[in-house]
């Protein structure tokens, strides 16, 4: 607006000098041309002037024609001329050019260190700006999500939809786990149960179109819309099936297994837990007895 002036560009000393330079360059070569030029126009004319025309056709310089002399000083001027322009830029110009690039890439350096310094300044600014903290908060993961499972020796989890062992105390831990929390399953777990579970929010997933449950069971067609689905809550469970399960090991924090001693026949399988990448937190064992007609343990793996 008013009053306000246009930014100049800036401009190093170094790199004025080097294009002052380069322009005196393409000066000194025009001259040097021009002056060849009119030397030659110059050598006629006097040749002309004197021969044809007849001016100073007397005057002679050591028994020689006068424009001989004023030619050959004029070549002289020349060669003077083209010395300067060539061998002595030669000799004086190259080393100062070379000092002069070699300042120019120094201050580039520097300037390129200078533009990474100010950046690593402007990032730590912004890490402690108000509203980059609160963008962090967030995207910041806010819930655990586990997977509760119980397996077999041979991982085994089911056989034909259901449940291959009767164990009381895996049922109560299960139900003391995911009470208030969203479980998050595959049609044929839900399809399992005699009626929803109470007290949990079920999150179903099914590739069936239009699949009809009862009200307040979440619908959804992928594991990450069933994790979408239960974001507001901190503790969501994965319990099944096989193929669920198998998804959800790359994403999830913990696994809650309970590990029963036996081996059975099934055609639903628990995946195999990868000990580079989960680590034992937890383990207590528990002996058969009235309720729990195998011996089992309860298992904690958290992510490494």
């Known amino acids: 607006m008013f009053g306000k002036k246009k930014s100049s560009p800036q401009i190093d ?4 000098e080097l294009i002052e330079n380069a322009q005196k360059r393409i000066k000194q070569k025009k001259r040097l041309y021009v002056h060849f030029v009119l030397f030659l126009i110059g050598a006629i004319f006097l ?3 004197n021969t044809v025309i007849g001016i100073g056709k007397d005057v002679t310089l050591f028994g020689k024609e006068w424009f001989l002399f004023a030619i050959l000083l004029w070549l002289f001027f020349f060669l003077y001329h083209l010395f300067n322009v060539f061998v002595t830029h030669k000799f004086i110009g190259k080393a100062w050019e070379k000092q002069q690039l070699e300042k120019l890439v120094a201050k580039q350096k520097d300037r390129i260190e200078k533009i990474k310094q100010d950046l690593v300044k402007e990032e730590t600014v912004l890490a402690k700006s108000e509203v980059y903290n609160k963008t962090k908060n967030i995207n910041k993961k806010q819930s ?4 509760i499972a119980a397996a077999a020796e041979n991982n085994a989890i089911g056989k034909d ?3 291959i062992w009767h164990l009381s105390d895996d049922l109560k831990r299960f139900k003391a786990l995911t009470s208030g929390h969203h479980i998050i399953m595959g049609r044929k777990t839900f399809e399992s149960f005699p009626k929803p579970l109470p007290n949990r929010t079920h999150v179903v997933i099914t590739r069936q179109a239009n699949y009809q449950a009862p009200d307040g069971v979440i619908i959804v067609n992928s594991l990450e819309d069933a994790l979408d689905a239960s974001k507001s809550d901190k503790q969501p469970f994965i319990i099944g099936g096989g193929q669920i399960y198998k998804q959800a090991m790359g994403i999830a924090d913990k696994i809650e297994l309970t590990r029963v001693h036996s081996t059975f026949e099934a055609d639903a399988f628990f995946p195999e837990i990868d000990f580079n990448v989960w680590k034992e937190t937890n383990n207590v064992f528990h002996k058969k007895d009235s309720d729990n007609e195998f011996d089992f343990s309860f298992l904690t793996y958290e992510r490494k």
């Open 161 to 163: 939809n259901q449940l």
């Open 47 to 49: 040749i002309v002037a």
């Open 144 to 147: 655990t999500l586990t997977i």
């Open 13 to 16: 000393k170094e790199q004025l």
